[in-house]
């Protein structure tokens, strides 16, 4: 069994906050005659206190109650603002209530002057600063479950289940978020099939990290859900997402780029639009190649100007879509420092065998992320869509995200 106090095998670093120079001395010959290793620092103010605190790394603060600039339970208060340290309170034999009362306050230990020896004193610094790597360890692990509610919420709402019911067309995706630990970012995914049997699909990405973008994220994901469902399309359903977008964000610097695609598997025709995003990637019998697309800019860059023409592909009998955010592409190929890029992407995936869509993008993020050694740490969301009109199958909808 490890010991507790490996990391102190050499010093504790210790705060003494006390004015009244006669108790100075007596807990400093207090902690002379113990067999702590330590090293000392003395502040007779709270303001003097904090500053030492900011300034370096204490494990330990013993205060006084009764400071020029702070008195009472509010000490313990004051001085919790900037510590990280454990803090046992020093009374005096006329204060019964003020040790527990500091306790209540968030104080680990407190300790009565004149009533203590040399044991008890480095009993009470050790235990504290045990004690108060628990209380450290303990908030940690809850906000880690907290993070991990968020980002179940946040998945709910930027990866929906697919309203897919089509027996030729299939969806598969994957989300990984750009840093361990971290919540999703403001990349968003979506396929829904109209009553017509067109499959819709929308891949997009809000500038920046954190709740800001992932919210926005999730409002334009939904609203293109419910405007789609609606009946709106194509150039009119761009405007006004980015009005939605223009409402909705926080920062007027967000902006967000996405691609929508409507697949008609019927007339073998795709439709594509995109807003300041790449062009996806089509899979045929014949390998993969880059759909040349005309382009527009992203939402939210020039309210109301943006333009965003259609591109309108035949499609083969079988094949496969692949829309991405740009996480994919942006990080490091080599250790010369080359990004991976879109022919790097097209490299990789020629060289993949898998015909599992859901394995084949196992397989190329993690190509990818290899290559890359977590160096760029840029979110990352991608869709692949496939389709085959020669044969009657089972719909198949594999959505996941990665930790």
Known sequence: ???????????????????DEGDALLVEELLYDTDLPYTLVRC??????????????????????????????????TIQVDAQAAIIVLTGLDEPRAGVEALAAGAQDYLVKGKVEPDLMQRAVRYAVQRKQAERANAALQIGRLRAEENARLERGLLPEPLLTSTTVTAASRYYPGRAQALLGGDFLDVVQTEDGQVHAVIGDVSGHGPDAAALGVCLRIAWRALTLGGHREQHLLHLLEKIHVAE??????????????????????????????APLIITPDGATEIKAAHGMALGIAPGLGKWPATTVTLPVRGALIAYTDGLIE????????????????????????SHPGAHLDQLIARTRTLNADRHTDDLAILRLDWNTGINQHTVSEWRTAP
């Open 249 to 278: 964000r926080a920062d007027t610097n967000l902006f967000a780029t996405c691609t929508l695609l409507t697949l008609d598997a019927k007339a073998a025709t795709l439709v594509l639009h995109l807003a300041g995003h790449h």
């Open 1 to 19: 069994m490890s010991d507790p106090f490996a990391r102190h095998a050499e010093r504790f670093r210790i705060l003494l906050v006390e004015d």
């Open 331 to 354: 990080g490091f190929a080599d250790r010369a420092g080359a990004r991976l890029g879109v022919d790097g992407l097209l490299h990789i995936m020629d060289s993949l065998r898998t």
């Open 44 to 77: 007779r103010t709270a303001v003097e206190a904090r500053a030492a605190l900011a300034a370096g790394s204490i494990d330990c603060v013993l205060l006084d109650l009764h400071l020029p600039d702070a008195s009472g339970v509010q000490t313990v208060q």
